[in-house]
């Protein structure tokens, strides 16, 4: 008797879960064994013990170097003074100044007309700089990378 009013304690709450799959199988965990199914599944919450880090003078010295490093590899460069950026592949496809300035003047308007935050501009002509250094492209390949870092920036 003892043993069936343990079972039905634990079976309270898993009758609001109508499944019978889990009522057969609590109910013959039950019955297979005096204890109790927490019990025989060993189910002991034993607080793990965190090991803190030692932190010393030398490893931070080592992450800012590494960081350092790590910030070098993202600067932006003035890709319109490269010379090979000056002489596209064709006459009117190079990118120069007027063009960038084309495209910060239509972001600006493009930002405008939704009343998006103005700063969003800047980051999105961060994000057009940064790409603009690893890689050269045209004019039209220019426009389609202003109006994906604008997408991403929003």
Not at 15 to 35: G, K, Y
Not at 61 to 73: H, N, P, R, S
Not at 80 to 107: F, H, N
Request: glycine share 2%; net charge positive; aromatic share 8%.
């Amino acid at each position: 008797a003892q043993h069936n009013q343990a079972a039905s304690n634990y079976l309270k709450p898993l009758r609001t879960l109508h499944h019978p799959s889990i009522l057969v199988v609590i109910c013959m965990l039950c019955s297979c064994s005096s204890t109790m199914p927490s019990s025989m599944l060993k189910l002991k919450m034993k607080p793990r013990k965190r090991k803190t880090p030692s932190v010393t003078n030398d490893t931070n010295a080592d992450y800012i170097c590494v960081m350092l490093a790590q910030e070098k590899a993202y600067d932006c460069k003035d890709y319109l003074s490269i010379p090979s950026w000056r002489s596209g592949k064709e006459k009117g496809s190079a990118i120069d100044e007027y063009c960038r300035e084309q495209i910060v003047e239509w972001t600006y308007r493009v930002v405008d007309y939704f009343r998006i935050d103005r700063e969003v501009v800047s980051v999105s002509l961060n994000y057009l700089d940064r790409f603009l250094c690893t890689r050269m492209c045209d004019r039209p390949l220019f426009k389609l990378a202003a109006t994906t870092t604008l997408h991403m920036a929003v």
